[in-house]
């Protein structure tokens, strides 16, 4: 059996590690990026905490903002936190740009779907857009509106955010 010489080995990692890999690994973030600053558009949006997508949501979200003002319930204690102070981009958003200016990010397509009755596209984000305990980010994105509609967490446990938005977006009780 011929084994390759080391400096060999070393030259093909250095063209797989230089040319190869990132072409294929730094896939384009824009239409990620897109929804996300599109969802940040809209006047009223809110994030129910779910354990899978078909889950019926919950009486409560984990968040809502309406115009510049956020409430969210921190740990599920039932107790909404006003922030008038809203961030002036989608957080999500804004760490993938974040990681973007510090080097190459992946943002992958992962195929299509349905949530819900409509169909979606699914983006799975750049380990570096979540965190070390959140793991990769599923984002499934509503092909007819544009808007994000779920987020999954490949880490932290089952199931993830389901989006709502418009008018059904309500002032938390109970603040």
Avoid: H
Avoid at 37 to 62: F, I, N
Avoid at 67 to 90: C, F, H
């Amino acid at each position: 059996m011929i084994f390759p010489s080391r400096v060999a080995v070393r030259l093909m990692n250095f063209v797989l590690c230089a040319f190869v890999l990132p072409a294929v690994a730094q896939a384009d973030c824009s239409a990620a990026l897109d929804a996300l600053a599109k969802s940040w558009q809209q006047a009223r949006l809110a994030q129910y905490d779910v354990t899978s997508p078909e889950e019926a949501l919950p009486s409560k979200p984990a968040m809502v903002r309406i115009g510049k003002t956020i409430w969210t319930d921190t740990g599920g204690a039932g107790r909404s936190y006003r922030s008038d102070d809203a961030p002036a981009e989608n957080p999500l958003a804004f760490s993938i740009k974040r990681q973007a200016a510090k080097g190459p990010v992946n943002c992958e397509p992962a195929g299509n779907g349905t949530y819900r009755g409509q169909p979606v596209v699914k983006y799975k984000l750049d380990p570096s857009a979540g965190s070390n305990t959140t793991g990769r980010i599923t984002l499934w994105v509503s092909k007819t509106s544009g808007l994000p509609v779920y987020q999954e967490y490949e880490k932290t446990y089952l199931g993830g955010y389901a989006w709502v938005y418009g008018d059904t977006v309500k002032e938390p009780s109970g603040k």
